[in-house]
């Protein structure tokens, strides 16, 4: 078995050798599903995973834009229609200066995993920009994000590719990608998700990613007879998803340590209620400031710079910031520290020689592409309410939500028991999800 996943590894080295997270994506879906498909004939001999590591289509672009002081600037757009076998192409757009291939053929990859374990008929795409918002007025953004849209809109549409947010991308910049898309398109369509209420989104869209990640926690806590109530959690990032999972850890009973950004992270040991909480969304996104301003509010609590919050103790964490935030070292502070569940709110946020940790002292994991599907299932939901031109309840959004992280759980137990009873949920989701998409390949031919 390990000369046949070495092999098909080496295989996609060869072609992308200078895409290093694209690769560690691969690895880790190679590693699960390649010993799943020598065991099933149907799957067996038809090179099914070397065509899902193959996007359908590759696009780049430039974005010519203008800055505030009449300097040109120029940027790289992409989007990576990675499979749409199951559906149109969907996920979200990050605008950061790090993006490149390899990062976006990485999320894009892990999104056709993702969307296909939603239940929902949704193929996997990724694009961005290397564009930095940070620092830029609202209208220099409104000027890159028309710019980026003037390219893009040829080549998305709501039966084709429906993009969304992710790093850099919230309700400011889809409400500019969305009035150049109707603009040169002359059409009101779902296009994009995360719309404004007011023009076609979805209620529970802007905290589904955080909500979702917290009720799949839960759903694992629960497998154990244990529940979130008195749980000291520690999370990273303090953007959409950060947010939203430390407002729903709240009303589960725990208590919330820490947030961060890229600068460092703030530790509160009184734990960050609702009223803190409240006060960190308007400093993230309304005064779009950094964290450490949160210590001149409460100076009880510490801010750490340039560090991640994992050498903090705590029984459950929640990494919701970006990729392989949480390495080996982090790993091993976590579990002497008695961490017993990690549930990633980020994409592929633990590196695998971190998730190797998690594994050895079989302590619950939930790997991105399953516990924070939430995100995009409601961005489903929001492509089902514009088709319907009908807007369900915050309840009923809800609901469905819960609904769905409950069978993707579920999906992840089938899957994913070890034969002493282990739940590897990253072994369970990465079946799971490939199995509905080979399937759909596999009744389409060789296309
Ligand atoms: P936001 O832009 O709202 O927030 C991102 C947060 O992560 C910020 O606090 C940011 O800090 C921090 N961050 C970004 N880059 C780095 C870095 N290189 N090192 C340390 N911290 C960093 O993005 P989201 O909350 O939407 O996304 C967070 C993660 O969740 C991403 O991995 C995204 O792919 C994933 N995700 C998002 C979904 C969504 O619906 N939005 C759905 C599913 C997954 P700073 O301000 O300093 O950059
Ligand atoms: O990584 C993700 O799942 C997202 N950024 C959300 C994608 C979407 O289409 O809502």
Redesign the pocket.
């Known amino acids: 078995m390990k000369s046949k996943i070495d092999g098909f590894l080496n295989l996609v080295k060869q072609r992308n050798g200078n895409e290093p997270e694209f690769l560690q994506a691969v690895e880790e879906v190679a590693e699960t599903v390649i010993p799943y498909i020598v065991k099933n004939d149907i799957y067996h001999g038809k090179n099914i995973l070397l065509r899902m590591v193959e996007p359908e289509r590759v696009i780049t672009f430039r974005v010519c834009w203008v800055d505030d002081s009449g300097e040109i600037q120029v940027n790289r757009g992409y989007r990576i229609q990675m499979n749409s076998a199951i559906g149109p192409y969907k996920g ?1 757009l ?1 605008f ?1 200066p ?1 993006v490149n291939m390899s990062i976006l053929k990485f ?1 894009a990859f892990e999104q056709v995993f993702k969307n296909s374990l939603t239940t929902l008929p949704m193929g996997g795409g990724k694009g961005g920009s290397d564009f930095d918002p ?1 620092g830029k007025s609202d209208n220099e953004i409104m000027r890159f994000c028309h710019s980026f849209m003037s390219e893009l809109f040829r080549h998305i549409g709501h039966n084709t590719d429906v993009p ?7 309700a400011r910049e889809i409400g500019f990608l969305f009035g150049m898309y109707k603009k040169i398109s002359n059409g009101f369509t779902g296009v994009l998700t ?1 719309k404004g209420m007011s023009w076609g989104g979805s209620l529970i869209r802007p905290e ?2 955080g909500y979702g990640n917290v009720y799949f926690a839960q759903k694992m806590l629960e497998a154990k007879g244990d529940s979130f109530e008195g749980k000291q959690v520690v999370i ?7 947010q939203y999972a430390a407002e729903k850890v709240l009303q589960l009973g725990g208590k919330v340590l820490t947030l ?4 460092g992270y703030i530790y509160d040991e009184a734990g960050i209620d609702d009223e803190k909480l409240k006060f960190v969304m308007e400093l ?1 996104n309304i005064k779009r400031v ?2 450490k301003e949160y210590i001149e509010t409460y100076p009880t609590a510490k801010y750490i710079e340039g560090k991640t919050p994992w050498e903090v103790k705590c029984d459950v964490a929640l990494p ?4 392989n ?1 949480l390495n080996e070292t982090d790993a091993k502070i976590l579990l002497s520290n008695g961490c017993i569940c990690v549930s990633e ?3 592929m ?1 633990s590196t695998k020689k971190a998730i190797a940790e998690f594994h050895k002292a079989k302590i619950l994991f939930a790997p ?1 592409k399953a516990s ?1 599907a939430g ?2 299932a409601t961005s489903g939901l929001e492509m089902t309410q514009n088709s319907l031109r009908f807007n369900w309840t915050r309840a009923e959004v809800d609901e469905k939500l819960k609904d769905i992280m409950s069978n993707i759980h579920d999906s992840c137990i089938e899957f994913g028991k070890d034969d002493d009873g282990y739940i590897d949920y990253v072994k369970g989701a990465n079946i799971a999800g490939f199995v509905k998409v080979a399937d759909a390949m596999l009744a389409q031919g060789i296309v």
């Open positions: 979200g990050r950061h790090t999320l940070k969304a947010g992710d790093i850099g991308v919230g995360g589904a990613t990273s990032g303090s953007g959409n998803v950060a961060s950004d890229s600068s993230k950094r964290i919701c910031a970006t990729q935030e709110g980020a994409n946020p991105g924070n995100g995009v």
